[in-house]
């Protein structure tokens, strides 16, 4: 009948059983288990526990600045209406701890799998290293692969040139982007075809969304330019109530200045 399924159930039985021998919660472990390429290496599970134990995490990560952004073009990026989440590896692993490639938008497993991910690096800088000529080599060039890519399971950036989590202006529109598609959010079209968050339009230096009247009062001037945001703020600013954003809005100097002087002639 379905021996495949079973003896691979009894294995991760096995492994489970192996782990809680141990001293690992069984639902943790069993998690563990069905998470990595192959479910009879109780050493990855063990590994995996102590990588996604709260506990064990060691201290926050660090995240360095990618030079190779830079030095690569910006262009080297993916556009993020190329991003897709929830993708499967490529080559059909299983598992969902999947990495996206940051410069190709395809998603590969990661060491829990069958490090596909890891391997497309290598494979697109030995690629791109046999098309390097020498009068390239000797303008500076050097063959760095698809070495951008970002974690599904908590939408970091990990560079293998960098050997490390990065980070970069350039990324974090494409960050922005995943985890619209991974946790929901306002996505809308703009004009341009561009999709933009709410968040992403409430940009610093833009003016308060209200008329000359509401935003500087009766005593006010409607020849005075509206205040401009100078912080952005994902809360609310009276939840419960029909409510705007909490932005942090700023008069410009001069309407300042003519508001004083409104307000001395008052005393
Ligand atoms: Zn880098
Ligand atoms: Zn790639
Ligand atoms: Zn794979």
Redesign the pocket.
């Known amino acids: 009948m379905n021996s495949l399924a079973e003896e691979e159930k009894a294995i991760v039985d096995r492994t489970v059983r192996a782990l809680t021998n141990l001293g690992f919660d069984e639902a943790k472990a069993r998690k563990a288990v069905t998470s990595i390429?192959d479910p009879s290496d109780a050493n990855l599970a063990m590994n995996w526990l102590f990588d996604h134990g709260e506990e064990d995490k060691g201290g926050a990560v660090k995240f360095e600045l990618c030079p190779h952004i830079d030095a690569l073009g910006h262009g080297c990026l993916v556009q993020h209406s190329q991003l897709q989440f929830g993708q499967p590896?490529?080559?059909?692993?299983k598992?969902d701890e999947?990495w996206i490639c940051l410069q190709c938008s395809e998603s590969?497993?990661g060491r829990y799998?069958?490090?596909?991910?890891v391997k497309h690096w290598q494979k697109t800088k030995e690629d791109e290293e046999k098309q390097v000529t020498v009068a390239d080599a000797a303008g500076g060039r050097i063959a760095r692969g698809h070495c951008l890519t970002l974690s599904l399971s908590d939408l970091s950036v990990w560079c293998y040139e960098c050997d490390g989590y990065v980070q970069h202006q350039c990324l974090v529109p494409l960050v922005k982007a995943m985890e619209r598609l991974k946790f929901g959010g306002d996505v809308v079209e703009s004009e341009t075809g561009v999709t933009v968050s709410e968040e992403a339009d409430a940009l610093v230096g833009s003016p308060i969304p209200a008329t000359p009247a509401v935003a500087h009062g009766r005593f006010g001037n409607a020849s005075w330019s509206l205040p401009a945001l100078v912080r952005a703020c994902k809360e609310e600013a009276r939840p419960g109530y029909k409510s705007m954003k909490a932005h942090e809005y700023l008069d410009d100097p001069d309407v300042l200045q003519e508001k004083v002087r409104v307000l001395a002639d008052l005393v």
């Open positions: 390429g590896c490529v080559h059909g692993c598992g999947n590969r497993c799998g069958n490090c596909h991910a």
